[in-house]
């Protein structure tokens, strides 16, 4: 049991009513570390793509979960992360989401909606690409066989009985989707409309009908088409669309983007293995980058086609697709890594290196623009290997480090600015430079700011508290009542056995505590109690026995006479 000890002074008694512990609670900011107030979400409207008003580079990869093993979601999103990778892009397949008529599979290892919700919960935002038809070297490019029982069949057009089919599949699609939009507060940034169709092109309608299809059903987020230069004629969409290609080319006035470079290629059974040169690979991907273009890297890591899901070509001659779907792609079928990860990654760090925006306190987009001045600054990333971890003087002040679950977290305390002399242009807090494993920069921090203003404690009545466990993970937050009768007096706050943190009472910033002295105590005026339930809660960095006592006087630790 955690007991608040009271010592009993000017007629005022408090009681103990519960003590409870939460895990660490943290402001969630948006992937790449941004809070966004989610009103424009992505815009095409200018030579370089903006989110939420500000410039964006799409540094996007693609790995499908249909290809991936469930359990390995985490792992293949989490390494996609840490090469530097911003956004996820991924087709649905309607052929394994509707492998019958009126028979839906969203489980398991279909379940879009967990592996999107996923993708946000590493830091990746997503482009979305439903089709219905998705190429992808499945079977039937993705759409189900049971479309050619009919015989008069036009697939991939406005053919009643395709239309019908595919308007069936989105009423059962589109709403599991909607509300992962950017603008709901999801990390679905846009949406591409069916799969290069420029290349087919049997009906100047159907693009048309599937950009109704998708924005009648609730899709409110940028929409975009693929195709080569040949194809972008005949396969864009007007109206609020954006059209991206695979190769380098220039359409003025837009964001220049390749939707899909190869980082390998598929094989076909009695062919050889397919490779792209390693060199050859980062070369060309520098070069996009070097041009200020957004990419896709198609695949990101190919996975498998289990079952018989794989297609087949039919130009020159007809060639039956192989079962792994390797590709490969910088993370390998099973999801190793290669030197093209290593590569890409390489590159990718020069890349964040110089568009880095400024980590420290003052510079974070929170508080109205005006950056966080007090408290602590937490920052994560993901990393692939342990190693040695070296700050430099790039830490302001103090930070707690932990490595849980393949990511890195720095807990940064801001304890506080320097009031004279000739550093005061030099009191930026947080992380102010590089941050070091095997002497090499971690980036693509995720940032949340604690500043621990009222608001923020007050956010905390809604958190899940949990009762206090036997041996409780720090650092963390902990509640505990005490009732006062009558009127309160002046009393000080002493927590022998805890050490070092933050006290408030009733939402109010009591200041510091730190068991290395000299103050013992902090002072709390009568004023800031009720007469009644009080509210305590402390933040604790390190330990704690649980017990707070209330003095009658002052411990302002040991003295030493002024020189």
């Known amino acids: 049991m955690v007991v608040l000890r009271i010592r009993k002074a000017h007629k005022r008694r408090y009681a103990l009513l519960c003590l409870s512990i939460v895990g660490f609670i943290m402001y969630r900011t948006a992937p790449g570390g941004r809070r966004m107030s989610r009103r424009v979400g992505l815009s095409a409207n200018s030579s370089q793509f903006t989110l939420e008003g ?93 479309l050619l029982r009919d015989g008069s069949m036009r697939l991939r057009t406005t053919h009643p009985g395709f239309a019908e089919a595919v308007n069936t599949f989105f009423d059962k699609l589109i709403p599991k989707v909607v509300p992962l939009q950017f603008k709901k507060g999801g990390p679905i940034i846009a949406v591409q409309l069916e799969n290069e169709y420029g290349s087919f092109a049997m009906d100047n309608t159907y693009m048309p009908f599937i950009k109704e299809a998708l924005q009648s059903r609730g899709i409110n987020e940028l929409l975009l088409t693929s195709d080569n230069h040949e194809g972008l004629k005949e396969g864009g969409v007007t109206g609020g669309t954006v059209y991206h290609y695979s190769r380098l080319t220039y359409r ?106 400024k980590l420290n306190m003052e510079n974070l987009p929170v508080n109205s623009g005006n950056g966080q001045s007090y408290g602590y600054t937490l920052y994560e990333t993901i990393i692939t290997s342990g190693g040695s971890l070296k700050s430099g003087d790039n830490v302001r002040d103090r930070a707690l480090v932990a490595v849980p679950d393949g990511k890195v977290l720095l ?61 409780p993970s720090f650092p963390g937050f902990f509640l505990g009542r005490m009732f006062t009768y009558g009127y309160p007096s002046d009393t000080f706050v002493k927590l022998p056995g805890w050490g070092k943190g933050v006290v408030f009472i009733n939402g109010l910033n009591l200041g510091r505590h730190w068991y290395i002295g000299p103050q013992q105590t902090l002072y709390l005026p009568g004023p800031f109690l009720n007469s009644g339930v009080n509210q305590v809660i402390v933040f604790e960095e390190q330990e704690a026995d649980y017990k707070i006592t209330f003095e009658e006087t002052p411990d302002l630790g040991m003295a030493v006479d002024i020189q």
């Not at 004279?420 to 807090?429: F, N, P, T, V």
């Not at 604690?450 to 466990?469: E, R, V």
């Open 54 to 146: 500000e410039t964006f580079r799409i540094l996007g990869g693609s790995i499908h979960y249909f290809r991936v093993p469930r359990a390995y979601w985490r792992d293949r999103l989490m390494k996609m992360k840490a090469c530097g990778i911003n956004t996820l892009t991924t087709y649905v397949p309607w052929s394994l989401h509707q492998p019958e008529r009126g028979v839906f599979h969203f489980q398991t290892e279909l379940d879009l909606e967990a592996y999107i919700n996923l993708a946000a919960e590493v830091g990746l935002w997503v482009i979305l690409r439903p089709g219905p038809y998705i190429c992808s070297e499945l079977d039937l490019g993705g759409l189900p066989s049971w």
């Open 411 to 471: 807990l940064v305390e801001n304890c506080g600015r320097v009031h004279y002399g000739k550093a005061l242009d030099k009191q930026r807090k947080g992380l102010v430079g590089d941050i070091l494993l095997n002497n090499t920069p971690l980036r693509d921090f995720t940032i949340y700011s604690l500043d621990m203003k009222t608001s923020f404690i007050d956010s905390l009545n809604q958190a899940p508290w949990m009762s206090l466990p036997h041996v």
């Open 252 to 357: 003025p006035n837009s964001p220049m983007m390749v939707m899909e470079y190869w980082t390998g290629w598929f094989d076909a059974w009695g062919d050889l293995h397919h490779v792209l040169a390693q060199e050859d690979m980062v070369s060309a991907v520098r070069e996009i980058l070097r041009r200020g273009m957004s990419i896709n890297l198609y695949m990101f890591h190919g996975g498998t086609n289990f079952g018989f899901m794989s297609g087949a070509l039919t130009n020159p001659i007809y060639k039956a697709l192989i079962t792994s779907y390797d590709y490969d792609a910088p993370l390998s079928e099973s999801g190793e890594y290669t030197p093209k990860y290593h590569l890409l990654r390489d590159l990718f760090s020069q890349y964040h290196s110089k568009l880095i925006t």
